[in-house]
């Protein structure tokens, strides 16, 4: 059994900053953004960049794919559930989407679903922290921090720690029931 790989905190918020930085360089500070965090993994990640590139000029909102998912009679409803809240209006609005880990492309999709439920953008961008390659379908991320490139068994598993950003950590480790077990706990801050 391989033995888990640890990124550490100055590395992830080297690429946090290096996010911000993308992301600024793409969009006029007078044109506000919209960053829409992927329940569970991109509400924090959302929340952090929304505070780097100024609050005003991009709010941070959540976004809940759970009942856009394609895999829901597999993956219940999670227990900490995070309802879609939306800032400002998505009717023409300029849109960041925001995850930790681009992987399928399948929760992007979800993700696209859940917002065109609330309206028509004019434009929808993806940020993800880890892109870890693999996709099933056609996604590119605008802006990620990392690419990794785990095997084909291992899990990449991002705790951003809310309270204390010294505690984030980006794992690799093998896929199975004891790593899903270790995710869950990791997800509780």
Same mark, same amino acid.
């Given at each position: 059994? !391989?033995? +888990?790989?640890?990124?550490?905190?100055?590395? @992830?918020?080297?690429?946090?900053? &290096?996010?911000?930085?993308?992301?600024? $360089?793409?969009? #006029?500070?007078? #044109?506000?953004?919209?960053?829409?965090? @992927?329940?569970?993994?991109?509400?924090?990640?959302?929340?952090?960049?929304?505070?780097?590139?100024? +609050?005003?000029?991009?709010?941070?909102?959540? %976004?809940? @794919?759970?009942?856009?998912?394609?895999? @829901?009679? &597999? #993956?219940?409803?999670? /227990?900490?559930?995070? +309802?879609? #809240? %939306?800032?400002?209006?998505? $009717?023409?609005?300029?849109?960041?989407?925001?995850?930790?880990?681009?992987?399928?492309? =399948?929760?992007? /999709?979800?993700?696209?679903?859940?917002?065109?439920?609330?309206? *028509?953008?004019?434009?929808?961008?993806?940020?993800?922290?880890?892109?870890?390659?693999? =996709?099933?379908?056609?996604?590119?991320?605008?802006?990620?921090?990392?690419?990794?490139?785990? !095997? !084909?068994?291992?899990?990449?598993?991002?705790?951003?720690?809310?309270?204390?950003? *010294? /505690?984030?950590?980006? *794992?690799?480790?093998?896929?199975?029931?004891?790593? !899903?077990?270790?995710?869950?706990?990791?997800?509780?801050?």
């Amino acid at each position: 059994m !391989a033995t +888990p790989k640890t990124i550490g905190a100055g590395e @992830i918020h080297a690429a946090i900053d &290096r996010l911000a930085a993308g992301i600024s $360089q793409r969009h #006029h500070p007078d #044109h506000p953004l919209l960053l829409l965090g @992927i329940a569970n993994g991109g509400i924090e990640l959302a929340r952090r960049l929304s505070k780097l590139l100024s +609050p005003r000029r991009a709010p941070a909102g959540t %976004i809940d @794919i759970s009942f856009h998912r394609d895999d @829901i009679g &597999r #993956h219940p409803i999670p /227990k900490e559930f995070s +309802p879609t #809240h %939306i800032p400002a209006e998505v $009717q023409g609005a300029t849109i960041l989407l925001v995850d930790d880990v681009l992987f399928s492309g =399948r929760t992007v /999709k979800a993700a696209l679903e859940e917002l065109f439920d609330h309206g *028509r953008p004019a434009k929808v961008e993806l940020a993800v922290l880890v892109d870890r390659g693999g =996709r099933l379908l056609p996604v590119a991320a605008d802006y990620s921090g990392l690419t990794l490139s785990p !095997a !084909a068994g291992e899990n990449v598993v991002v705790h951003l720690d809310p309270k204390d950003n *010294r /505690k984030d950590t980006i *794992r690799l480790e093998p896929s199975g029931r004891k790593s !899903a077990v270790r995710r869950a706990q990791s997800a509780i801050p």
